[in-house]
C-alpha cells in the first residue's frame, strides 16, 4: 500500500499544471497573510488595556482576530484547492494513463485508496506549510505585546480547522473529477460549488441546504469566533466539520464504486 501511494505521490508532483495551481495557492496564502500581518502590527499599536482594538468596522478583541487569521487566509488561498484536486485527479483520464495505472495496481479499491491518501497527504502538507508560516508573522507581530497568544489551545483548535478544511476540500476536488471523468468537469463542479456559496443565493433562500454546501461549511467551521462576518453563518462549527467530511468521504466512495464498474479507459 506504501509503495502504491508513494508512487501516486511521484506520478502527480511530475505533472505542471500540479506546480502551477499549487504556486497561485501559495502567492495568494501569501499575499492574505502579509496583509493580515500589517493588520495585526495596527491593531496592536492601537491595542486597548482591556484587549480591544477598533479596526473601523468595529471593536474586536485582539488575540481572538489574530488567532482567527490563520483560517482567514487560508479560506481565501483554499478556494483553489478543490482546483488542485481536480488537476492531481484528471491527470489519470489523459492519453489511457487510467488502463496504465491499472496494469501497475490491478486492485481498483487500493487504487483509489492510494490515491486519495496522497491527495489528502499532499493537501495536509501544504496545510503544515500555511499554518507555520502564519505563525512566524503572528509570533512577529505579538512578539512584544502577548506572544503567549500563540501558545494556547485557541490557535491549536484554529490549526486544526485548517488542516481539516484543505484536506476534505482537495479531496471533494479530487473525487468529484474520478466520477466525472474530466479535469474540466471537476473544476467546473467546483467553480459551481463555490458559486453557490459566495453569491449566496441558496442562502438566502434555504440556509439550512446553503449549510450543507462545502464552501458554506468551510465558513461555518471557521468564522464561528469571527468579531465581524460580511454575510451570516447558516450553521455550527461541529456541523461544519461534520458536512465537511461528508462530502469529502461520500464523494471518494462513489469514486471508488465508479472506478471499480466502469472500464479502464
Known amino acids: 500500500m506504501f509503495s502504491v501511494i508513494r508512487s501516486e505521490f511521484t506520478k502527480f508532483l511530475t505533472l505542471p499544471g500540479v506546480w502551477l495551481v499549487t ?5 495568494l496564502f501569501i499575499y492574505m497573510q ?41 479560506m481565501n488561498a483554499g478556494l483553489l484547492l478543490p482546483v488542485l484536486g481536480a488537476v ?14 491499472l496494469v501497475a495496481v ?21 496545510a503544515i506549510v500555511f499554518i507555520a508560516a502564519a505563525l512566524v508573522l503572528m509570533y512577529l507581530a505579538v512578539k512584544d505585546w502577548d506572544p503567549d497568544v500563540l501558545w494556547s489551545a485557541q490557535t491549536l483548535q484554529e490549526a486544526g480547522r485548517v488542516l481539516l478544511y484543505m484536506v476534505t476540500i482537495t479531496l471533494t476536488g479530487a473525487a468529484i473529477t474520478l466520477v466525472t471523468r474530466r479535469t474540466l ?5 467546483s467553480i459551481v460549488l463555490i458559486t453557490l456559496t459566495f453569491a449566496q443565493v441558496v442562502a438566502l433562500i434555504a440556509p439550512a441546504v446553503d449549510a450543507f454546501l462545502p464552501l458554506s461549511a468551510a465558513r461555518n ?15 455550527t462549527e461541529l456541523q461544519g466539520a461534520l458536512v465537511l467530511t461528508g462530502w469529502a468521504a461520500i ?3 462513489v469514486a471508488l464504486v465508479l472506478i471499480r464498474r466502469r472500464d479502464a479507459r
Not at 500581518?37 to 485582539?62: F, K, Q, W, Y
Open 23 to 27: 504556486g497561485v495557492i501559495v502567492l
Open 221 to 235: 467551521l471557521m468564522f464561528q469566533d469571527a468579531a465581524i462576518l460580511p454575510v451570516p453563518l447558516t450553521g
Open 106 to 126: 490491478p486492485n481498483r479499491t487500493r487504487f483509489v485508496l492510494s490515491k486519495v491518501f496522497a491527495v489528502g497527504l499532499y493537501a495536509a502538507g501544504l
Open 34 to 74: 502579509q496583509s493580515l500581518h500589517a493588520d495585526h502590527v495596527s491593531m496592536i499599536a492601537n491595542v486597548r488595556p482591556d484587549g480591544t482594538a477598533d479596526i473601523g468596522l468595529g471593536v474586536v478583541e485582539v488575540a481572538s482576530q489574530i488567532r482567527g487569521s490563520i483560517g482567514t487566509a487560508v
Open 185 to 189: 468537469s471537476g473544476i467546473i463542479v
Open 88 to 101: 492531481i485527479a484528471g491527470s489519470e483520464f489523459k492519453a489511457g494513463q487510467l488502463g496504465l495505472s
Open 251 to 253: 464523494t471518494s466512495v
